[in-house]
């Protein structure tokens, strides 16, 4: 971290400190009324302010990383790019001193450009198209994940001076919102060929890797993966290869209490199964812990229709827009008027479609709201993961063209 405090390093860093931030109090108890009085202070003192727009609280994220490294204090977190790969948010995690857990060019190119250093970087993508591979290598990236004996041969060809983490598929019954042991990691009975795939080809192993699925509920999934992971270091000693010194516990995490919950699983198992190799570094791959809860989104009312009792609202963001969240991500939205409620308000049942020609763009239905009329807004909290990193333009919606407003609350 360069600097003084980590809030004036993070104002300093490179992606922030050529951007407006603008400044607002926070009371700890009532932080989204905080946020809330900053977007309608934004709404009225900005009369071209016409269209949906994000708050970014750079203070939640210095918060985060203190958070994490108080309860996870011998895990670096690697931020998971594809999260969220707004500028600011990546050069706020630069200043503060996270490594980059990338899965593509373009992702290692924006980390880069923001002077990161090709060792703080992950290439944590199991299977890379080759083109990708070879711009690893021209720029130094040298540490990849792999769970098939094919990406050896591609590593082999395109890069062999690349070292690897081999890919665990993360136990089951994780009881989590996004399950990537469908697409991703070796299975037990495959760790010891594809150790021995890397052998044949002279490419180091250099560790292990693991995701356990976003989200997770039943948190002993994290006491699993990390027995599994030593067997893993144990399964490469017994092969004669050089001693393993990487452990990837992957992403993920939530921030709040489940995070606390699991940083005690881990801090455990991690005690228990790795003790005795105290040479090992381990790292994370938080994606949505640092960018979750740090943007909020405001969208605008643009259409209106009354049926009955029945109140139907148009808005300027939607499913195909940064709210794919909610058939992607399992974003259950719940949105608030940015008016102030009035005592005793009556609300009617509502729904909400998001401004495409797609009957699919439902935001919200069967949803009570009060009276609401073109022109007001609707405010949508913790939006800031896989939301604007996975939008489209369809329809001629550029999810791009959303504004982030890039703040601070003391």
Not at 259 to 278: K, M, Q, R, S, Y
Request: aromatic share 8%.
């Amino acid at each position: 971290m360069v600097g003084g405090s980590p809030m004036q390093a993070v104002l300093m860093a490179p992606g922030v400190k050529d951007r407006k931030v603008l400044a607002f109090k926070r009371d700890a108890l009532k932080e989204k009324d905080a946020v809330t009085s900053l977007i309608r202070s934004i709404v009225t003192s900005s009369p071209d302010q016409r269209s949906a727009f994000y708050v970014f609280d750079l203070a939640k994220v210095v918060d985060l990383f203190r958070t994490w490294r108080r309860a996870l204090p011998d895990v670096r977190p690697c931020y998971a790019v594809k999260c969220n790969p707004d500028p600011a948010l990546l050069g706020a995690l630069v200043a503060l001193g996270a490594g980059f857990d990338c899965a593509s060019r373009a992702e290692i190119e924006a980390v880069l450009a923001l002077g990161v250093q090709p060792r703080d970087i992950v290439y944590a993508n199991p299977c890379k198209a080759e083109a990708h591979i070879e711009y690893a290598s021209e720029v130094g990236v040298n540490l990849t994940t792999y769970d098939s004996e094919e990406e050896v041969a591609k590593v082999k060809r395109c890069h062999p001076k690349c070292e690897l983490l081999l890919r665990l598929k993360g136990p089951e019954g994780g009881e989590v919102r996004v399950d990537l042991g469908t697409k991703y990691g070796a299975l037990p009975e495959e760790v010891a060929p594809l150790l021995r795939a890397a052998q044949r080809e002279g490419i180091n192993v250099a560790g292990v890797s693991f995701h356990v699925g976003s989200g997770a509920c039943r948190l002993d999934v994290y006491r699993e993966a990390i027995e599994a992971a030593r067997a893993a270091f144990d399964a490469a000693a017994a092969l004669g290869m050089p001693p393993m010194r990487v452990l990837d516990i992957g992403g993920g995490f939530v921030a709040g209490a489940t995070f606390d919950e699991a940083a005690t699983v881990i801090n455990g198992a991690l005690a228990e199964h790795f003790g005795d190799l105290p040479c090992v570094e381990v790292i994370g791959e938080p994606g949505r812990y640092f960018a979750e809860s740090a943007f909020t989104l405001a969208a605008r009312v643009i259409g209106k229709r009354t049926r009955g009792e029945v109140r139907e609202y148009w808005i300027d963001d939607g499913l195909y827009g940064s709210l794919n969240c909610i058939m992607m991500d399992h974003y259950v939205p719940h949105p608030r008027p940015l008016a102030s409620p009035r005592p005793g308000e009556k609300t009617y049942t509502s729904t909400v479609f998001g401004p495409t020609c797609d009957s699919l763009d439902v935001v919200v239905t069967g949803y009570h709201l009060p009276e609401m009329s073109v022109g007001d807004w609707l405010v949508f909290d913790d939006m800031g993961a896989y939301t604007t990193g996975a939008g489209s333009n369809f329809n001629g919606f550029a999810t791009s063209d959303i504004k982030i407003y890039v703040a601070y609350s003391s």
